[in-house]
């Protein structure tokens, strides 16, 4: 096997997101605020998209509002699990609300990383793509075709 790749296609990641996660010095709440959107996708639909977050060991809870999609906080493993499914462009995927925190607790040092999965059918964001394929000793003509999908494993924000 032998493939080609130009030094023109740089990887775009296809989604981008804007944060706001702020902690308070004073009280017993913070801010939350994510929004998600397609950017580089070549008119393709983005979808099974699922934002996690890992919250500080000091949030209680998380009161918060969904757009699209819906979340899901664990207390006890201090997980946000936000499912949004399918972008939809024209009205964007947030997520906004308060989050509680432990009273008399230190803020938190740093904001929380926000892990992206997400799937893209039909299209491959590296640009390879499959010119020729040669099969030798089959004696039917094999269909010309390749089914291209972009999943992302570990696509990480840190806010």
Request: proline share 6%; glycine share 8%; aromatic share 8%.
């Amino acid at each position: 096997m032998s493939y080609h790749v130009s030094a023109q296609n740089m990887v775009a990641i296809p989604v981008y997101v804007k944060h706001n996660i702020n902690f308070r010095e004073s009280g017993s709440c913070g801010r939350f605020d994510v929004t998600v959107g397609p950017k580089q996708t070549m008119g393709k639909m983005v979808e099974g998209v699922v934002v996690t977050v890992h919250m500080p060991k000091v949030v209680l809870n998380a009161n918060l509002i969904a757009t699209q999609g819906n979340y899901t906080y664990d207390p006890v493993t201090k997980i946000l699990t936000w499912d949004i499914g399918k972008i939809n462009p024209q009205k964007l995927p947030n997520l906004k609300g308060m989050i509680s925190l432990q009273s008399g607790a230190p803020r938190p040092e740093e904001n929380p990383t926000l892990n992206i999965q997400l799937k893209i059918q039909q299209l491959a964001i590296s640009g390879l793509k499959v010119n020729r394929l040669d099969m030798f000793g089959e004696k039917y003509k094999p269909f010309k075709g390749v089914k291209y999908i972009t999943k992302a494993g570990k696509f990480q924000v840190r806010t």
